[in-house]
């Protein structure tokens, strides 16, 4: 049966399967109905459908289209019945791959720290049992508002954990032959409860972008009602002062009984207007995957780690490996007595220590969150002997290195004050200073010791403290409760002309690391520059794309692409909106820019600026046009005329007078 088509496919599916015959035809489909079917659907013997009006109103076929009551029938009988199966992807054809072949992937796929992985012995023929759960998510908009969209997750039928993307792709795509191999039982509970946490957490986001779009109507019903009570109880309150003595506890009791029917109308109607959502699972399928499994080691001088592994023909890859130790499937490290992960082999509370000051030029830095000397024995894997005691290598994960730090080869720079020497770095030093840099840095957020005199005047940073204070880095990174992080991970230092950068990623108990690139310079207090959760300069150019890209890529960091918080100082009305339209295009990291343009045209240019006394849309537009030239972004002025709802012209005139001020303020990443 599939779904994935229009209604007419849908219908056609469902009947199929209820034993009725089916054909396809250029109008639409023809249906041949048995007896039951005929009775449930209240449908002739046989019938014609089409999605076309024009077909249906000259040939006498069936008009379906979405909210059709023969498909919202057979959807409910779907729904009530649920899809549940086993099927089982084909075993590819040939020989295994050979040991050494095997060994060469794990050794381009995994990284352990301090380690070589090795391959041993004949991969042994087994299968990887994936669970595909689906489920109808409703959700309750307000008291007669109802949306329902299908839901689907995959995971891996043993441990709930989240399967590979590309895996479950290729797996919804492929052939699969029905019923399952022999000696394969039913997933277990843990890994259906898994498949039904993903689902509410996926409801749960959706239900957060629902209360956005509803917040305005909630918040003007709201003051409908207090408008309305309010009135109602001055007028009492207007009434007491005149009463006689005999009707002052009248007025007094219908106050309170007035006060009493506010509350419980200002409950009702945020009840009426704040969205819910409904799971209700109906699929639930068992796929076998044909797979290898591998005995793999991970050898650290003469000390060796068992580590099991799983080769995947379809992906021609590994699933990635889980740590021995919690689990989890963060970065392998080979310890001196056990084989765990990043998060399990640094548990010590994070306190924004510096590093140890011996770093080896070419290092990568672990930057421990005690503030310790990690002073390990590194292993040379291809002699088996240990050497010279040197910090230990740490690296982010590739998903934070892939975009920012792209972006940060490119245009690196900046520095955290205080910690920093004057003066150039050379290699080694650099390292040394930019985990230092980044420790002292998210230290001084997770403190509130941050202070906007930290950061260059002028600066995205500058204007990202004056915006939110200390706790601003943590929202442009989607860090919500910084007393959560625990660690830092660091990259080597990237240097250029007009300063240094640094990207890495923080580390939060019981959620997803949170990936950072950091912008510095060295040598005065005041010497950072900004930071970004996503590469600006990469993605920001795909995010003003108006074809498939840009809303492929909108879609992908739309956790970024939000409402700002609110300030802690007030706004004028025209850097209000500018903050407001330029972060749900393109990010708080954006808006930052935008909020340090309009800041330094309008209080710190020596020639005249736009006024801030009142609304300019305008100078908003015009401001982010200038910001986003810079970020080859290929905004046009017609495109942010429209946004910010004011004339091009307008718009121009305000760019005439914007680039003589600009001109001033160089290197500071707007």
């Known amino acids: 049966m599939s779904t994935s088509g229009s209604g007419i496919d849908f219908l056609v599916g469902y009947v199929e399967a209820e034993g009725a015959l089916a ?132 995971v891996f039928a043993d441990s709930g954990r989240t399967v590979p993307t590309e895996l479950s792709e290729r797996l919804r795509t492929r052939a699969l032959e029905p019923g399952v191999r022999p000696g394969i039982g039913a997933p277990n509970g843990a890994a259906v409860a898994g498949a039904h946490d993903l689902l509410c957490a996926a409801a749960g986001r959706r239900v957060d972008e629902l209360a956005r779009q509803t917040s305005s109507r909630l918040h003007g019903q709201l003051e409908v009602v207090d ?71 991970v050898r650290r001088g003469p000390r060796t780690y068992s580590l099991p592994l799983s080769y995947v023909p379809i992906l021609s890859s590994y699933l990635p490996p889980q740590c021995p130790s919690c689990g989890s499937q963060a970065i392998l490290v080979a310890g001196k007595d056990q084989l765990g992960c990043r ?75 205080r910690v920093t020497p004057k003066g150039s770095l050379n290699r080694a030093q650099g390292n040394q200073s930019g985990a230092r840099v980044a420790m002292s840095f998210w230290s001084s957020v997770r403190s509130g010791e941050l202070r906007p005199r930290d950061a260059v005047p002028n600066s995205p940073m500058r204007a990202l403290l004056r915006l939110y204070g200390a ?44 990936p950072f690139a950091l912008f510095w310079r060295p040598g005065s207090r005041s010497n950072l520059l900004e930071v970004e959760g996503f590469p600006l300069e990469h993605i920001g150019p795909l995010l003003a794309r108006r074809d498939e890209y840009g809303t492929i890529c909108r879609r992908r960091y739309s956790e970024f692409l939000a409402p700002p918080p609110v300030p802690v100082i007030e706004l004028d009305p025209t850097a209000g909106v500018l903050l407001q339209r330029a972060a749900l295009f393109g990010g ?17 240019a020596d020639v005249g600026g736009p006024s801030i006394d009142h609304f300019d849309a305008a100078a908003a537009a015009a401001i982010e046009s200038v910001v986003s030239k810079r970020l080859d972004m290929r905004i046009t002025v017609p495109a942010l005329a429209e946004r910010y709802e004011c004339s091009v012209d307008s718009v121009r005139r305000h760019l005439k007078l914007l680039h003589p001020i600009v001109r001033q303020f160089t290197n500071l990443r707007w």
């Open 343 to 417: 998060t399990c082999m640094v548990s010590a509370p994070f306190t924004g220590a510096v590093v140890p000051e011996q770093v080896e030029a070419g290092e990568s830095v672990q930057a421990r969150p005690d503030g310790a000397e990690d002073m390990q024995k590194t292993d040379n894997p291809d002699d088996g002997v240990e050497t010279t005691p040197v910090p230990a290598v740490r690296r982010p994960p590739d998903r934070a290195a892939t975009g920012a730090q792209t972006r940060a080869r490119a245009t690196p720079r900046r520095s955290t004050g």
């Open 471 to 514: 706790l601003g880095p943590a929202f442009v990174i989607g860090v919500g409760d910084v007393g959560r992080i625990t660690g830092i991970t660091v990259s080597p230092v990237l240097e250029s002309p007009d300063g240094y950068s640094t990207v890495g990623e923080l580390q939060r108990s019981g959620e997803q690391d949170a």
């Open 23 to 154: 054909e396809v035809v250029s109008e639409g489909a023809v249906l041949v109905l048995p007896q039951e079917l005929r009775t449930a659907l209240d449908l002739p013997e046989e019938i014609g459908l089409t999605a076309d009006p024009e077909t249906a109103r000259e040939d006498g076929f069936l008009l379906v289209t979405a909210g059709h009551p023969l498909l919202m029938t057979a959807a409910r009988s779907v729904l009530e019945r649920g899809d549940v199966g086993c099927s089982s992807l084909p075993r590819p054809v040939g020989l295994p791959p050979t040991p050494s072949a095997l060994e060469e992937r794990a050794r381009e796929q995994i990284h352990p720290d301090h380690g070589r992985i090795d391959v041993a012995g004949t991969p042994e023929a087994t299968n990887v049992m994936v669970l595909r759960v689906g489920a109808l998510l409703t959700y309750s908009v307000s008291i007669d508002e109802r949306v329902q969209e299908l839901e689907e997750v995959w």
């Open 227 to 297: 408008d309305y009570y309010g009135r109602v109880l001055s007028s009492i309150d207007e009434r007491l002062q005149r009463a006689s003595s005999d009707r002052v506890t009248m007025l007094t009791e219908q106050a309170d009984a007035t006060k009493r029917e506010w509350t419980r109308r200002r409950s009702e109607v945020a009840d009426d207007l704040t969205p819910s959502f409904e799971v209700k699972p109906f699929r639930l399928h068992l796929v076998a995957v044909p797979s290898y499994a591998v005995q793999a080691a």
């Open 588 to 604: 708080l990291g954006y808006a930052t820019r935008c909020m340090a343009a309009w800041w330094s045209v309008t209080e710190g």
